[in-house]
């Protein structure tokens, strides 16, 4: 059974800064691509970026790029997602994603089959 936990989230000021981790276990890790996806209150859920199982390819949407950083330690089996110059449009639940196609280079929104139970991001103005 895959778990996926993510920490990390609060409450910051615009243009202020916060990074989220999520560990993942009950799979083999460094196999498998990551993403990040949100959900704003009254919305539906948003992909926000992905990463191959290598670190190798990352993807954005074009909403967070050049603010957002996905990364991974694939020793610590954990996936993290900096996010700078934050704006209160950003303000929302925050949740990590794993694709069980193993071995996946090319990374887009789509082809994610787990979600944690998210943590809270929210931006003051």
């Known amino acids: 059974q895959v778990q996926l936990v993510e920490s990390g989230g609060g409450l910051v000021q615009a243009g202020g800064s916060l990074k989220l981790s999520c560990a993942v276990s009950?799979?083999?890790?460094?196999?498998?691509?990551m993403g990040w996806f949100r959900q704003a209150p009254g919305k539906e859920r948003e992909f926000v970026a992905a990463?191959?199982?290598?670190?190798?390819?990352?993807y954005y949407a074009d909403s967070v790029k050049g603010r957002f950083t996905i990364s991974r330690d694939n020793a610590k089996n954990t996936v993290y997602l900096q996010m700078n110059s934050l704006k209160p449009e950003d303000t929302a639940v925050y949740y990590c994603a794993i694709d069980l196609t193993a071995w996946r280079t090319s990374v887009t929104s789509r082809g994610f089959d787990y979600w944690g139970q998210g943590t809270q991001v929210t931006v003051s103005s």
């Open positions: 009950g799979r083999t890790f460094s196999r498998y691509a």
């Open positions: 990463i191959s199982w290598s670190g190798g390819n990352t």
